[in-house]
T-cell receptor, first 113, second 114 residues
Framework: DSGVTQTPKHLITATGQRVTLRCSPR?????VYWYQQSLDQGLQFLIQ???????AKGNILERFSAQQFPDLHSELNLSSLELGDSALYFC????????????FGQGTRLTVV | AQSVTQLDSQVPVFEEAPVELRCNYS??????LFWYVQYPNQGLQLLLK??????LVKGINGFEAEFNKSQTSFHLRKPSVHISDTAEYFC????????????FGAGTQVVVTP
């Protein structure tokens, strides 16, 4: 158990819909990262928050957004869903931003039908 | 920009045999290097990391890796594998000033058979 909790574990939704994925980082970790894992793109970095502020952005679509709340949990919002958004979405957390170990959650498997 | 290349998409290996997974990276700045393992239907677990210092890094479950700056490589090795080592292995890099975001390779599927 990494200490990072992601909910829900599985999500099935229709095209055009909006979903919210939730992540609770390990106790004491200030950084939260979101990654997308798909068969065609592999593991891609989406976005990072540190202590409530956005710190780094990767290949995140405009239809996707995220935020980190004062209690440090984070949410990833995916809207106007397309079939190609079907993937495993991972959250990871670390104490700080530089070179430290990132602990990954079990992921949320999103299926868009 | 940096990139990570895992040279083998799949590596079949017999139980108790050694295994080496190859990883090459490119970057114009200093990097930190990592190997993660993903078991079926699980998240990623850190095997080992290189931040600085000794180029031979030992990790969990008997794995080790060697950082070679001149060849820009970070190959992962285990002298004797078990059936339970069947999993997907990812090499990743983090640039020193990138706030810890990881760039992953495509992964290497290790299949251990008796």
């Amino acid at each position: 158990d990494s200490g990072v909790t992601q909910t829900p574990k599985h999500l099935i939704t229709a095209t055009g819909q909006r979903v919210t994925l939730r992540c609770s980082p390990r106790s004491g970790d200030l950084s939260v990262y979101w990654y997308q894992q798909s068969l065609d793109q592999g593991l891609q970095f989406l976005i990072q928050y540190y202590n409530g502020e956005e710190r780094a952005k990767g290949n995140i679509l405009e239809r996707f957004s995220a935020q980190q709340f004062p209690d440090l949990h984070s949410e990833l919002n995916l809207s106007s869903l397309e079939l190609g958004d079907s993937a495993l979405y991972f959250c990871a957390s670390s104490v700080g931003g530089q070179g430290g170990e990132a602990f990954f959650g079990q992921g949320t498997r999103l299926t868009v039908v | 920009a940096q990139s990570v290349t895992q040279l083998d998409s799949q590596v079949p290996v017999f139980e108790e045999a050694p295994v080496e997974l190859r990883c090459n990276y490119s970057s114009s700045v200093s990097v930190y290097l990592f190997w993660y393992v993903q078991y079926p239907n699980q998240g990623l677990q850190l095997l080992l990391k290189y931040l600085s210092g000794s180029t031979l890094v030992k990790g969990i479950n008997g794995f080790e890796a060697e950082f070679n700056k001149s060849q820009t490589s970070f190959h992962l090795r285990k002298p004797s594998v078990h059936i339970s080592d069947t999993a997907e292995y990812f090499c990743a890099v983090s640039v020193a000033d990138s706030w810890g975001k990881l760039q992953f390779g495509a992964g290497t599927q290790v299949v251990v058979t008796p």
